[in-house]
């Protein structure tokens, strides 16, 4: 085995990568290791837009009849699973970071939203569901009175 010099940017840049990864178990976001879980977990967004209630789901290389939708409660479930393609021939992968297997989100929903409004649409791998946002979700400009001192 050989020496190895010692590389403190290198012991940094470990240090930050699994930080970063104890702060998101710990708060529940952010893109969740692959090979912690066996499964496939898509990033996805949640917002407010004007007034409608807006989730998307990045599901890239999954076929959307692979994908099932739930709403119980204040709960958005998005479960589905992205099958690997076999061929006959070998593959002498050099590099591999796809994934594949089942997955399953949950997103809380706001008080208000309902079931039977959510519309789902899918467009170049990503999932958009829209409802409409409940009256007091709905945003608005406010405008900000300056005091000049004199």
Known sequence: MANQTWNPFREMEHFRRDFDELFDRFLGRGKRSTRETGSVEPAIDSYIEGDKMVVRADLPGIDPKN?????????????????????????????????YGSFQRTVKLPQGVKAEDFKASYKNGVLELTAPAPKEMSSRKVPIDVEHKK
């Not at 939708?69 to 393609?85: F, M, N």
């Open 67 to 99: 994908v099932e939708i739930t709403v119980t409660g204040d709960s958005l479930t998005i479960k589905g699973s992205r099958e690997e393609e076999r061929e006959e021939k070998e593959r002498n992968f050099v590099f591999k970071e796809v994934n």
